[in-house]
């Protein structure tokens, strides 16, 4: 019983020197955020901007083409009209 609180002491002491000396620090065994981020770590500043801008021109590709997507299938007539009809 002792052994495994010195086990769990030693390891909390071993995270804590991490986080204090920039390591991992994320408790999720596969963690998408923390993945991303020890990728890029290494690279230059200017590759990540570079990258940045890339994503973002994508994501702004992609919304005009679903924009214009939606505008090519119908967009007002695609919907039922109603008719009123009065009875006597």
């Known amino acids: 019983m002792a052994e495994v609180a010195k086990d769990q002491a030693s390891r909390d002491t071993a995270s804590a020197n991490d986080a204090r000396d920039g390591g991992h ?11 991303a981020v020890t990728t890029v770590q290494p690279l230059r500043p200017e590759a990540v901007e570079h990258l940045l801008n890339a994503a973002r021109e994508f994501l702004l590709a ?6 214009a997507r939606a ?16 009875i006597e």
């Open 25 to 35: 620090v994320c408790t999720v065994g596969f963690c998408p955020i923390c993945l």
């Open 62 to 67: 992609m919304s005009a083409v679903l924009s």
């Open 71 to 86: 505008d090519d299938t119908g967009g007002k007539e695609s919907g039922p009209t109603l008719t009123r009809i009065d």
